[in-house]
């Protein structure tokens, strides 16, 4: 890749190497894969296939705007870190009250929702596992979390001998591969092409099929609006995985990112020239996460189709019992040889999944302590990850356990909880969280850019929309599915206990003090 680059100066600031010609541009597609990967693994092979077992073409239209929501939400807040080498989190040590208390509140529901995700995508594969090796049925269908527990200590000795560059070629060849199978696949069903654009492209009412509620009375027993909302979350990945993405720019050393924070003249100086080689390399988190979000839906509408053809004749929903066994008929359906290739493709792509998962958490809580004290994370850098992971990893696991001890007792046949559990953290992590973030890209352009640096009209209406959206859908989704008053009163009591510990630590260090704190 060196020999396409070109390494430009402005006065006496490097601002990293700039591809020469637009294909060039194309190569700078890495971080977004792993936000692809992320999402393929939960989202595509398990929702949309449910999706489209349940709605038919119809629900690609809800995975299309969602994802356009999403775009515009890591393109903003991905182009002000180019443009400052200031990290969201850092900015948001400056939001009215006390200092630090959003950041506080993140660090609170990260700490509960991470390890919610890990021990979730644990139990997809020790589920995917325990079909594969014949031992479903043993101790009532607990021994999935057995499984995904020793999956998890696999991942966690990958994590801790390995890098981001690890990480992100792992993904490029994951979603590589995805893709041509999926390409593959889609041509070789050669679905209703008319229907599915129109599903694409028009609104239409989501109702469930007439034969749910006989044979899948768990889920029927959800509203549609709760059973859509997961999808909101999931698919295009959460915002936290956002916040990660950006995070990845300083590693990739995109624009100013790979200097660390411009000051006001440096910001002027970037303003006042059009063609300044900081502005040019705001095309490359626009190549990379468009190219990422096209994938996205490129597999959300391969997997829509093929729960559409192949699960719902059948009546078939991907649940909690079968998370991903049911898929396997995508291929079968060709030609049964082909499922050692699926069980391969699916088993890799969710473990790349837990993988990044993991590594996302390192990264949001490295930077949420850079934000705070940069000397300190860079000194600390390696316990913060060691911290990180064992928190993760010891709390997912205390989830699994409990999940095997309720699944494993008591009367054979009960219901599963895996879902049931994710739901709280995804609706904050993929929907309410992406709301915020969205809100938080409009303040910190407006407090923090000068004007000829800020965000486009489109960009900046998309974002205020969809922040609107999805907080609109996440406390509806709280309400109607999470206990009403207790779910949205634990929200905010997390706020007030954040805003009274930020209040504390202010007060215990004079606004002079040269320790960099909250």
Known sequence: MDDMLTTTITG??????????????????????????????????IFSSRGGALFGYRILFLFVVISLLKWGLVVASSRHM?????????????????????????????????????????????????WITGTSEILGGGIDYLWGAAILAVVVVITALRS?????????????????????????????WLELLKGIFIPQPYVYPPWLSAEYPHIAADPVWVETTRY?????????????YTSFMRDKAWGQAGEGPASAERLAEIAGDPAHPVRRWLRAPLVDCSISFLVIIAFSAVFVASGKL??????????????????????????????PLYVAGAFLTMFGTLYGTLEVACSIISEMTHAVSRDF????????????????????????????IYQSTGAAGKPRLLLAIL???????????????????????????????????????????????????????????????????????MLLVAAVAAHLIGRWFAPGDEKDTL
């Open 12 to 45: 006496d600031k490097s601002v990293g190497s700039l591809p020469r010609s637009p294909l060039d541009w194309l190569k700078v597609f890495g971080p977004g894969a792993i936000i692809a990967s992320l999402t393929i693994g939960t989202g595509e092979l």
């Open 82 to 130: 180019v443009l400052t080498g200031v990290h969201p989190y850092k900015r948001m040590l400056d939001l009215p009250g006390p200092r630090g208390w959003l950041t506080l509140t993140l660090f609170m529901i990260a700490a509960v929702c991470l390890p919610i995700w890990i021990s979730f995508h644990c139990g997809v594969l020790g589920n995917l596992t325990s």
């Open 164 to 192: 981001y560059s690890t990480l992100e070629r792992i993904q490029l060849i994951i979603v590589a591969a995805m893709v041509f199978s999926a390409g593959v696949t889609l041509i070789l069903y050669r679905p209703d």
């Open 232 to 244: 909101v979350g999931v698919i295009g990945g959460a915002g936290f995985d956002y916040l990660a």
């Open 310 to 339: 192949i699960l719902g004749p059948h009546h078939k929903i991907p649940d909690e019992k079968n998370l991903l066994n049911l898929q396997s008929a995508f291929v079968t359906g060709i030609h049964p040889w082909l499922l």
């Open 377 to 404: 994370a860079i000194r600390h850098a390696g316990r913060i990850k060691r911290i990180t992971v064992i928190w993760c990893a010891v709390g997912a696991c205390a989830i699994l356990l409990w999940l095997f």
């Open 423 to 493: 739901t709280p953290a995804n609706l904050f992590t993929g929907v309410l969280g992406c709301g915020l973030f969205c809100l938080m890209n409009l303040w910190m352009d407006r407090r923090f850019l000068p004007r000829g640096l800020r965000l486009p009209i489109w960009l900046w209406l998309l974002n205020l929309v969809s922040g609107f959206v999805f907080l609109g859908l996440g406390l509806k989704g709280y309400w109607e599915d999470q206990s009403r008053w207790y779910a949205i009163g634990s929200l905010c009591g």
